[in-house]
């Protein structure tokens, strides 16, 4: 039986209309690659709340959950699981996006996001996320 995981994903918009993606860090999975900031969703927690607090621990934002939209979602089948990813959009949060965990930060252009290496789980929220933003 594979086992499912859960991760909330969410795409940052400011006020220019760039999308913010982040860098796993070394020693990490798929190090290197760029992805849109999330978690993994703990037992018996609301993807919601997941993103809340992963926006607060992995970038220092204090994000509400009015301030969440959901957009999308990514079901992806890797070798040792299978990966359930919503995706939510925010245009509100307080604080300056810092990567607290040592990942690298960069606001982009939805048009160039297929520009950026990402995971393959990453890859189908794209295309929603240009049409989202316009």
Request: net charge negative; proline share 10%.
């Amino acid at each position: 039986m594979t086992r499912l995981v859960l991760v909330a994903a969410c795409a940052l918009i400011n006020s220019q209309g760039e999308v913010l993606i982040a860098q796993r860090p070394e020693g990490k999975s798929l190090a290197g690659l760029w992805e849109f900031p999330g978690g993994k969703v703990e037992p018996g927690e609301r993807p919601e709340a997941c993103l809340v607090r992963e926006l607060q621990e992995e970038l220092g934002l204090s994000v509400r959950h009015d301030d969440l939209m959901p957009l999308t979602f990514a079901s992806h089948a890797y070798d040792d699981f299978h990966l359930m990813m919503p995706l939510w959009s925010c245009r509100r949060w307080q604080g300056t996006p810092e990567g607290r965990e040592g990942q690298a930060l960069k606001w982009v252009a939805p048009a160039t996001l297929y520009d950026w290496p990402m995971p393959p789980a990453d890859l189908p929220l794209i295309a929603p996320i240009i049409a989202h933003i316009g």
